[in-house]
């Protein structure tokens, strides 16, 4: 089965340094993923995604996922963390499975706490 | 230019009702998916509706029904609500296979 893992269930970091966020996915195939982000009593916003080409992708906000195959991970990742970046993160894969959709599978997400 | 828009905001139902709620895909787009998220949670895919269709179903118990309109609007059904179906429904829509927007929710609380 398809699926994507987000090892940590939260991430904190002082405002100005980098941060990451890790996940890690599993799934058959060339995989399609993506980054959402979900502040308090929000829906999601769409941060960033990969399809194909170049592994370090650039997004929404500042925000950059690297790809790498051989681990199979898509770690998200900003070179100087904000305070309004605190937030709930999610990875998610399209899973190929089921006929032609664009099904999301989501991790379980990392809570991001900036700290001023 | 709109986003998803989704209605109500809030909702609180007592074990046993039957709920609906309502979402408006953003302009141009023409797939519709529900998920449901559980406090804690990633979002769990319902279903999918394109073209009026279901395309896909997730693992979800057939008291959760939808619909999609020709102006590709759609509705969630629950019926005989139980208290875990307590979350944050999301309705996200796309272009024909590509990356999903979502709306804000609607929070679902059953007594």
């Known amino acids: 089965a398809q699926s994507v893992a987000q090892p940590e269930d939260q991430v904190n970091v002082a405002e100005g340094n980098p941060l990451t966020v890790k996940c890690t996915y599993s799934?058959?195939?060339?995989?399609?993923l993506f980054w959402y982000v979900q502040y308090p009593n929000r829906g999601l916003q769409f941060l960033l995604k990969?399809?194909?080409?170049?592994?370090l992708v650039k997004g929404s906000y500042g925000f950059e996922a690297e790809f790498n195959k051989s681990q199979t991970s898509f770690h998200l990742k900003k070179p100087s963390a904000l305070v309004s970046d605190s937030a709930l993160y999610f990875c998610?894969?399209?899973?190929?499975?089921?006929?032609?959709?664009?099904?999301?599978?989501f991790g379980t997400g990392t809570l991001l706490a900036v700290q001023p | 230019d709109a986003g998803v828009t989704q209605s109500p905001t809030h909702l609180i139902k007592t074990r046993g009702q039957q709920v609906t709620l309502r979402c408006s895909p953003k302009?141009?787009?023409?797939?519709v998916s529900w998920y449901q998220q559980a406090l804690g949670q990633g979002p769990q895919f319902i279903f999918q509706?394109?073209?009026?269709?279901?395309?896909q179903r997730g693992n979800f118990p057939d008291r959760f029904s939808g619909h999609q309109y020709p102006n590709y609007s759609s509705e969630l059904n629950v019926n005989a609500l139980l208290l875990g179906d307590s979350a944050l429904y999301l309705c996200?829509?796309?272009?024909?296979?590509?990356?999903?927007?979502f709306g804000p929710g609607t929070r679902l609380t059953v007594l």
């Open positions: 996200a829509s796309s272009p024909t296979y590509n990356e999903q927007f």
């Open positions: 799934v058959s195939g060339n995989p399609y």
């Open positions: 990969y399809i194909t080409g170049d592994n």
């Open positions: 998610a894969v399209r899973d190929t499975y089921g006929g032609a959709t664009n099904k999301l599978i």
């Open positions: 302009s141009g787009h023409d797939t």
């Open positions: 509706y394109y073209e009026e269709e279901e395309r």
